[in-house]
Each structure stands twice: as structure tokens, then as C-alpha cells.
């Protein structure tokens, strides 16, 4: 499964003002359950917020990758967020956070999640993509260089 999969240029969003961590995974519990009829926000953002409590998904380089597995979800999905400002995210590196690529996929699909997110990992690991993520204009643009990443 890649990014093209699980995104869709409605669930991206970039310049977001968000002051918070709670903040971001609220927005990016909204952004991801668009047209998602198994997934509503409340399910989405406390899925977030149990995922951050056992650690935080921030994984360097100003990057975080949200996630969890639902229930009676059906099919993997996907979110990406850009705030207008680095934040606080008690990323592992411990720089703030402006990139934030959210993943969730249904509660059985243990191999799913960790391939998903080994993906993700690998794809944002890559210092000119994430550059590019950080300057580019519109949605749109920023949703076409993920989906061919």
C-alpha cells in the first residue's frame, strides 16, 4: 500500500495555526475522517491521543507520524497536515514540528500498520522531499509530490 492509497488531496492541509499538540491531532482528526463513513472525528482524535500517550510519534527532523488502528475501520487512510509554525511535539530529537503525515488502518491489520509505517518513515527520511513539503504552495502541489513519493 502506498501514499496514493490512503490520500487525498481534501486531506491535506497546509498553513494550519496551531498552538498546540492537542490542537494538531484535532485538526488532523477532522482533515482525516473527510468522507470517511467509518471514522468520525471523536474516534480519530482518541485514537491520536492513546497512540501519543504511549510516546510520541514525533520522529525527528520537524516530522510526526500520528496513527493508530480502529475499529470497524475498513480501509487504511491518511492525512497530512503543514502548520504555519513549528511546535512542541516531544519529538524524539527534540526539535519542534511543522509536518505531520496522519495513519490509521483498521484495528486487524497489525502487518498493514507496520509496513504502512516503515514506508512512511522511509519516504519522509528523505531530506529533499521534506524540504520541498516545507515550501510548497497549495494543497495541491503539496498532495501531488506526496502521492509520487
Not at 488502518?105 to 514506508?119: G, K, R
Not at 519522509?124 to 509520487?148: A, H, K
Request: overall charge negative.
Amino acid at each position: 500500500m502506498q501514499i496514493h492509497d490512503i490520500l487525498s488531496v481534501e486531506r491535506v492541509a497546509i498553513g494550519v495555526d496551531a498552538a498546540s499538540k492537542k490542537a494538531v491531532l484535532e485538526e488532523l482528526a477532522r482533515l482525516v475522517t473527510f468522507r470517511s463513513p467509518d471514522l468520525t472525528p471523536v474516534q480519530a482524535f482518541d485514537g491520536l491521543i492513546s497512540r501519543e500517550r504511549l510516546g510520541s510519534t514525533g520522529i525527528g527532523n520537524g516530522l510526526a507520524i500520528p496513527h493508530g488502528r480502529i475499529k470497524h475501520l475498513t480501509t487504511a487512510i491518511g492525512a497530512f497536515l503543514r502548520t504555519e509554525s513549528a511546535l512542541d511535539f516531544d519529538a524524539i530529537d527534540g526539535q519542534p514540528v511543522d509536518l505531520f503525515f496522519a495513519l490509521f488502518v483498521p484495528e486487524e491489520a497489525t502487518d498493514t500498520h507496520l509496513t504502512m509505517l516503515a514506508s512512511l518513515a522511509k519516504t519522509f527520511s528523505d531530506e529533499r522531499l521534506v524540504g520541498r513539503l516545507r515550501t510548497l504552495p497549495t494543497t495541491q502541489t503539496v498532495y501531488s509530490l506526496l502521492v509520487t513519493a
